[in-house]
Structure formats: structure tokens, C-alpha cells
């Protein structure tokens, strides 16, 4: 079983900076892919910023740019620094990886981007 622990969400103003960080613990072999996914009510989740294999990594448009994403000093974390933060950017965020073919889920740190 693998557990994944995000922090560094919050309330910023517009324009504000975050960096969320989520580590994985538990008992893996091997870890695929970790990044980071968004979601509103309402709507999909849909993937922000992600590690696919390696060194390759995924944006989404509406944060390139703006977010970067990075691995912590330990290998099993992965950060993601967000800058020219926008009222859209409000969400519930959420870590994802794959282990093996094992997919996890964080339990989702809240972002408010407003005055």
C-alpha cells in the first residue's frame, strides 16, 4: 500500500506564489509517474504537471510558464512551485502517482487564489 501526502496549500492573492509537496511513503519497487492533477466542482479533474517515465514532463497549457514542477531531495517526492497565481487556478489539488501498475491518489490540498 502506498500513501501519498500533499501540503502547501492556502489562500494568496492574485499573482501570489505556492509550492505544494507531496511524498510518498509505503511499500513500492518502483515509481512510473507522479505529478500533480486540479479539480473544481463540477468538472474533471484534469492533469496540471506531471512526471511521465524519467526525465519527461507534462504541462498543462494553462500553466506553462507559471508552475514548475520538480523532485524533492528524496526521490519518492515531488514538488510543484506555482507563481502568477490567477483566481482560475482555485482548486482542489491533488497528488497522483503510479507504482508499478498500481495508480494512488492524495487526498487533495485546497488552493483559493482571491483577494
Known amino acids: 500500500q502506498v500513501q501519498l501526502l500533499e501540503s502547501g496549500g492556502g489562500l494568496v492573492p492574485p499573482g501570489g506564489s505556492l509550492t505544494l509537496s507531496c511524498a510518498a511513503s509505503?511499500?513500492?519497487?518502483?515509481?512510473?509517474?507522479m505529478g500533480w492533477y486540479r479539480q473544481v466542482p463540477g468538472k474533471q479533474r484534469e492533469l496540471i504537471a506531471h512526471?511521465?517515465?524519467?526525465?519527461?514532463?507534462v504541462y498543462a497549457d494553462a500553466v506553462k510558464g507559471r508552475f514548475t514542477i520538480s523532485r524533492g531531495n528524496a526521490k519518492n517526492t515531488v514538488n510543484l512551485q506555482m507563481n502568477l497565481l490567477k483566481p482560475d487556478d482555485t482548486a482542489v489539488y491533488y497528488c497522483?502517482?503510479?507504482?508499478?501498475?498500481?495508480?494512488?491518489w492524495g487526498q487533495g490540498t485546497q488552493v483559493t487564489v482571491a483577494l
Open positions: 512526471f511521465n517515465g524519467g526525465l519527461t514532463i
Open positions: 509505503g511499500i513500492f519497487f518502483s515509481i512510473e509517474r
Open positions: 497522483h502517482g503510479q507504482f508499478g501498475t498500481d495508480h494512488y
